[in-house]
């Protein structure tokens, strides 16, 4: 296994910021999640992971969770709820290796659909931030919510920002002495430092994080949770984070990734979602889009997880609550522009897609899964291929 921290390393830590950061800041001010613990975890779950599988390994909130819990406003009970429940889940997938006749059940059409439709996603979700229409900036109306400035007369601040950001990354994304993704976030960090609300060095400190921090979930919040959160999300972790992911690996590192299985990625999970719980964060897992961001972006080792891990371990253990303000110091926009890389990144994963028939498939599953979730669409997908396979059809 090989630990490599230098400036192709750290730069590709940073490439998923884009996915991670909004989402978990959503989570902290809509459903009142405890900050520290929420970063805490994140961190704890990078290192961990890095360890473990011994290459770069993504680390990413549960887009189903995360999204509907933000959009309706759930309480930090139902979250802390849903978490237990996924993890318990995947824990209880990964030990009794039905994973394995899962994997053995998805043909590969389905999972370049899952990646092209996770990619394009992604995609899609940076030029918003860019656009300043994603559904944090239009409910702040603002195209900066975290800046003190948002609009420069009759322009918006974000296009401008996200601007600058894809021209740095085009000029910069093969160079190996200035890595796009380390200068892309300086520059965030720089325009959120001179723009942003400021941090108080005043909660530098210590701060040890506090175990169950929202209290138990009550039954019936463990009820909603089940059949509103982590059943929904299950089949888009399966497929995106554990399938999908897998193969990615595969693809990047060969044998080097011969430790990230099915199994292991569910059993890695679902501990992770134990854990978060007991800190009061977010459900997590492990997002081939995550995967493509960090390689894109110049990460190749475990040492990309131990900068990125490290990085947040320290910030959540030094500032404690103040840990929030330093995360919203990145501009959206800027986000915006390393995920429309990333999400590319994954898209292109089909590109060795060769049958009519199974560009159908592909492409009916994005079409579904722009049109619902990504997990319809994956289910959507199995199904086409079944019969696609058996010339129900003449495709």
Sequence with gaps: MKYV?????????????????????GMVLVNNLPPAGVFLGIGLYYVFSGMYFGVTTPVQPMKVIGSYAVAMGLSADVIQASTLWVGALLL???????????????????????QLSTGVLLLAQGVRFILGTSSTQLQYKASEPFLSVS?????QVSWIFGLIAVLLTLFLINNRRFPAATVVVGFGFLMGVLLGNGVSMAAVGLHFPDLFPTGF?????????????????????????VLANEDLAKDYF???ASRTTGKALCISMGLANIGSFIL??????HGAGGLAA???????????????????????????????????????????ALLIFAGAQLAMTVRDITLPKEYFVCVTMLGITLASNLALGYLAGMGLDYLLKRDMFDI
């Design 294 to 336: 960090h390689y894109r972006f110049g990460a190749r080792t475990a040492g990309s997880n131990l900068f990125i891990g490290g990085l947040f371990v320290i910030v959540s253990l030094l500032f404690g609550p103040e840990v929030l303000a330093i995360a919203q110091l990145v501009p959206l926009s800027v986000l915006g």
């Design 280 to 285: 009061g964060g977010i459900p997590m897992c």
């Design 92 to 114: 209880a997938i990964g030990l009794s290796g039905a994973m394995r006749q899962i994997s053995r059940f998805v043909p590969k059409v389905v999972i370049r659909g899952v």
């Design 5 to 25: 921290i230098n400036r192709h390393e750290i730069a590709g830590s940073l490439g998923d910021l884009g996915v991670l950061l909004p989402i978990a800041v």
């Design 217 to 241: 979930p009550s039954w019936v919040s463990f009820s909603t949770a089940l059949f509103v959160l982590a059943l929904p999300q299950l089949p888009m972790t399966l497929g995106n984070a």
């Design 254 to 256: 060969g044998d080097g």
């Design 151 to 155: 609009t420069l007369g009759y322009v």
